[in-house]
T-cell receptor, first 109, second 114 residues
């Protein structure tokens, strides 16, 4: 079966750095996505990785290792507005997205 | 219209009733999707459409039907609602012209079936 695993909840301090991990087992791989979802809102796109390595976009970076079935999202200089759920999703061989349950990130002052 | 809209925003429905959730996009995306999101679970694909006139079944299609008469609209119908269909429903679209397939989401419909 297909499976995406990520921690249910994480807590971090404003101004700090946090890493959210995602491991996956899917039938085929056509890229990995990270989305942000604030409570009561729709998911919004953060990043896309299809090749191994680190993609940096401002305060957010995403890393992929296809051989290990592993990705992480790194958030730097945390702000209170970063409190949200972070969803990991993998595009399988049918070009459909398989979603993890999401990691709820709580930022404390 | 900017992006994707969904209607209604929320709905309380008696079991056994028929309900259509509406979704419209103005980005001329060829692919559209319906997901449900339940607490503790990832988004689960109900149905999708790669282009106008075609539809396909996702992970959890039972009890739901869709149509794609044109590029912009992708309604989701519950023929006879049951309490297990209580969920938040998201419509999404993408310009599925290649491997990079970012999906854009509507604001969601919160459905409660009693």
């Amino acid at each position: 079966g297909q499976n995406i695993d990520q921690p249910t909840e994480m807590t971090a301090t404003e101004g700090a750095i946090v890493q959210i991990n995602c491991t996956y087992q899917t039938s085929g791989f056509n890229g990995l996505f990270w989305y942000q979802q604030h409570a009561g809102e729709a998911p919004t796109f953060l990043s896309y990785n299809v090749l191994d390595g680190l993609e940096e976009k401002g305060r957010f970076s995403s890393f992929l290792s296809r051989s290990k079935g592993y990705s992480y999202l790194l958030l730097k200089e945390l702000q209170m507005k970063d409190s949200a759920s972070y969803l990991c999703a993998v595009m399988d061989s049918n070009y459909q997205l398989i979603w993890g349950a999401g990691t709820k990130l709580i930022i404390k002052p | 219209i900017a992006g994707i809209t969904q209607a209604p925003t929320s709905q309380i429905l008696a079991a056994g009733r028929r309900m259509t959730l509406r979704c419209t996009q103005d980005m001329r995306h060829n692919a559209m999707y319906w997901y449900r999101q339940d607490l503790g679970l990832g988004l689960r694909l109900i149905h999708y459409s790669n282009t106008a006139g075609t539809t396909g079944k996702g992970e959890v299609p039972d009890g739901y039907s869709v149509s794609r008469a044109n590029t912009d609209d992708f309604p989701l119908t519950l023929a006879s609602a049951v309490p297990s269909q209580t969920s938040v429903y998201f419509c999404a679209s993408s310009d599925a012209g290649g491997n990079y397939n970012e999906q854009f989401f509507g604001p969601g419909t919160r459905l409660t079936v009693l």
